[in-house]
């Protein structure tokens, strides 16, 4: 019984042995397509790298999440020293790959109706369903969302951290969105929204066309739905993911790591 329990675990590897490199390679080609389009870019030292492979597994696992299918996922790390986005493609048959890191805002505490934004890990469902920017100024001549047709990630209404007065909680809904092109994307790698994750125009529109986190919105669409949100030019990735993962490293200090590219 031991030989054959040994041959079959032997048989099973080598049938996962393909899919693994075959997901490694996708995951080198994603890392590459990251460095020519997302700007501005972090380079993420290989220790760092591990690291929140790390962070991002245990936090995966205290909500019942590991192991998971093969797919990618972008991580947050809120720290006022970091205020960066990482995504990684995770799968069993590999550790993981790191495909890129890229500054980004979260909320701002001091100022009424700035929440923190909430730490954990956050579907990326049909429930909450994302749209589009429309461009338009607001009052202060600001374009939140920034230009017509970049996508809001949705990820509903959920109980945020205030930032002002005595703090609590209150409700607040979650959103990954690009921000102002001209006034707000300068600011991105401190805090500075009001709960949201801002990010870049690149690495909206790379998340966006590769479907990195679409795996619920691309499963219906195979059914045949018409989703409008879709972009009709999208290419995405064979094992896209449906998770947002928001973290608090609390690092004393700015690593030095956290420069532009």
């Known amino acids: 019984m031991r030989l054959l329990t040994v041959i079959a675990t032997a048989a099973f590897a080598l049938a996962c ?40 597994r245990r936090t995966l696992s205290s909500e019942g999440l590991s192991p998971l299918s093969p797919q990618y ?24 790959a790191f495909i890129g890191a890229s500054p980004v805002s979260t909320g701002r505490p001091g ?10 890990v956050f579907p990326h469902s049909l429930q909450n369903m994302d749209f589009r920017a429309e461009g338009t100024l607001n009052k202060n001549g ?28 209150s409700i607040m809904r979650l959103q990954m969105h690009a921000t102002d092109p001209d006034f707000l994307e300068k600011r991105l790698g401190e805090q500075a929204s009001n709960g949201c994750i801002r990010i870049s125009a690149t690495l909206n529109h790379f998340i966006d066309r590769y ?38 490293t609390q690092r ?3 690593p030095a790591w956290v420069r532009r590219l």
């Open 142 to 169: 600001i374009r939140g969302y920034g230009v017509k047709g970049m996508r809001v990630f949705d990820f509903g209404w959920i109980m945020g951290e205030r930032g002002w007065g005595a703090g609590g909680k």
């Open 211 to 248: 479907g990195l986190i679409d795996a619920d919105y691309e499963q219906v669409a195979q059914h045949g739905r018409l989703l409008l949100v879709l972009r009709g030019d999208r290419t995405p990735v064979a094992t896209p993911g449906r998770y947002l993962v928001v973290v608090d």
């Open 252 to 254: 004393a200090a700015r």
């Open 17 to 56: 042995a393909p899919i693994a490199h075959a997901l490694e390679d996708a995951g080198q080609n994603l890392a590459t397509e990251f460095a020519r389009e997302v700007s501005p870019r972090l380079a993420l030292p290989a220790d760092e790298q591990r690291g929140y492979a790390e962070l991002l």
């Open 111 to 120: 100022s009424v109706d700035h929440f923190l934004t909430p730490l954990g």
């Open 73 to 96: 996922v972008v991580l947050v790390d809120r720290s006022a020293s970091v205020q960066a986005a990482f995504i990684y493609l995770l799968s069993p048959g590999i550790d993981w």
